[in-house]
């Protein structure tokens, strides 16, 4: 196919993934509110703009870091040393992670609403750190065999007690934070590198061995966010400088400086270079001096990185105008309803329609299907995923209505969880960790974000920072629990066929 090809293809599977929320949204508002949103121009063509540049962003992966990533991963299971094979997992987690656009737009929120308090860079780093080691110690288990659920339930306890001690304001955002990390840009990375393990290992099975890397991205943010909390409200004082309210001010600046202010837009685009930077110091880095081999072709190499940095670009830019005001004003108007009804009816639907549009985890249901060869369908596993994740969502709009605590509900679904864990079939076990970190996608978490803001902003005796976050937690705990459910029954029937 060619590059012209490639990107239509790319921009239609944008369109796609948008049209299961234009639907909803605009059901909501026409049908339930009988309203149009105010601004409704502008945020048409901020989600055009958030679809041309995934579009754009995606190209510029499959052309020019996704062959890249993919060889070293491939390089370094044949052949490479446990020192430099835990290195590069360690690297590659940490730069993805630097780039996450999910992540960008939770942080920036997180800092102006927090007052300055909660540092966006700061905050990014942290993940990225922790992301870096989960990915080193996975493969590392990978390495010496070990059952994954060993791993993971000791993290769940870790997360469970630390978050006695954490002050409030941080517990809904550390749980949230695990499940931004693992979208566009990380997911297919991660599980090239874990797949490539497990098969290139003898004793190690690709299905039970190969999966696991995206559930430890997802696990150790949580701890690593909670002890960065503790520290940033024992000691911080809020800053006088609030920088995320010039980043989230996006709209304002694409009206008036579009095509006035270059100097602005070279400013904007030289901050994406600075965040995208990292990925690419680790692949070539890894590619010249580790591996000694000369890309094949360095001159579609770079053009992917060029198309990498302007999408990244557009989608930040399309997002404040479009996906976050969309939440905002949706959030409002259900919370003036008297029925909450429709407001675990829109969090279901929501829920629901963009996780089954969801690419990441069309990537990861295909390659299931594959490896298990034929025992685990991928329409049927992508289902179960979203059944969990619009669960989760309902639950979680239900959590912010009543203004419980958000531990709670996060502890008894650990329970289950490991409790699921000890009866599911263990082929199951990884997959279904896994499926916790492929739900939350840059289009999925802006959105439920800016739900969760909303109802928290607008509800009486609720605060956004301590309230609002915590429904992208939600979404990425449930699917564990409805896919390890679908395995159990589905062997049950199995062995009663």
């Known amino acids: ?22 639907i909803v949204i605009s059901f909501f508002q026409l049908v339930i509110l009988q309203s149009m949103p ?29 062959p890249i ?19 590069f997992a360690f690297l590659i987690g940490f730069s993805t992670t630097v780039a996450e656009p999910a992540l960008i737009a939770i942080a920036n929120k997180a800092s102006l609403i927090s007052q300055g308090r909660i540092d966006s860079e700061m905050l990014r780093i942290t993940v990225a750190l922790s992301v870096g080691f989960a990915i080193a110690l996975g493969s590392y288990r990978i390495i ?17 007690v630390l978050t006695n001690f954490v002050p409030p304001e941080i517990v809904g955002l550390a749980y949230d934070s695990g499940g931004v990390t693992t979208s566009t840009v990380t997911v297919p990375l991660v599980a090239a590198l874990g797949i490539g393990l497990a098969s290139s290992i003898k004793g190690r099975n690709p299905v039970i061995d190969g999966f696991g890397l995206i559930a430890f ?5 949580m701890i690593f966010v909670q002890l960065y909390g503790i520290s940033v409200y024992s000691f911080a004082e809020p800053s006088t400088i609030h920088k995320p309210i010039q980043a989230l001010a996006q709209t304002e600046i694409i009206k008036v400086d579009i095509f006035k202010n270059v100097k602005k837009i070279a400013y904007d685009l030289f901050l994406i270079v600075k965040d995208v930077m990292p990925i ?9 001096i580790i591996i000694k081999k000369a890309l094949i072709n360095l001159k579609k190499t770079m053009i992917g990185i060029g198309f990498v940095i302007i999408g990244l670009y557009a989608f930040i830019v399309g997002l404040e105008m479009g996906l976050f005001p969309i939440g905002e004003s949706m959030a409002l108007s259900l919370t003036q309803q008297e029925n909450h009804f429709y407001i ?54 239900y959590r912010i209505i009543y203004g419980d605590p958000i531990h709670y509900y996060i502890m008894a679904g650990y329970i289950v969880v490991i409790v699921l864990t000890y009866f599911s079939p263990r082929y199951i076990v990884p997959i279904a960790y896994d499926s916790g970190g492929v739900t939350t996608s840059t289009v999925t978490v802006p959105l439920v974000a800016a739900l ?44 009663k066929e």
Do not use: C
């Open 1 to 22: 196919m060619s590059n012209i090809g490639l990107f239509f293809k790319l921009l239609l599977n944008s369109f796609k993934d948008l049209l299961p929320i234009i």
């Open 38 to 66: 105010s601004g409704v121009t502008s945020i048409v063509i901020g989600l055009v703009i958030v679809a041309i540049g995934l579009a754009i962003f995606m190209q510029g992966l499959e052309i020019g870091i996704f």
């Open 69 to 87: 990533g993919e060889s070293l991963a491939h390089e370094f299971a044949q052949k490479g040393s446990v020192f430099w094979l835990l290195l």
């Open 144 to 160: 010496v065999g070990h059952p994954i659920h060993y791993y993971i339930i000791t993290g769940y306890i870790l997360t469970v």
């Open 217 to 221: 991205a997802s696990l150790t943010p």
């Open 280 to 288: 690419l110091v680790v692949i070539f880095f890894f590619q010249y």
């Open 344 to 397: 675990y009816l829109f969090g279901f639907m929501i829920g629901f329609s963009t996780t089954m549009a969801e690419p990441a985890l069309l990537a990861i249901a295909q390659k299931v299907e594959e490896i298990s060869s034929g025992q685990i369908k991928e329409r049927v596993l992508r289902i179960a995923v979203a059944i969990g994740v619009a669960t989760g969502i309902s639950l979680g709009t």
């Open 452 to 495: 969760g803001l909303g109802l928290a902003t607008n509800i009486e005796n609720r605060s956004p920072l301590i309230d609002g976050f915590g429904l992208i937690a939600f979404a990425s705990l449930f699917p564990m629990i409805t896919v390890m459910l679908y395995a159990i029954i589905n062997e049950r029937t199995q062995q």
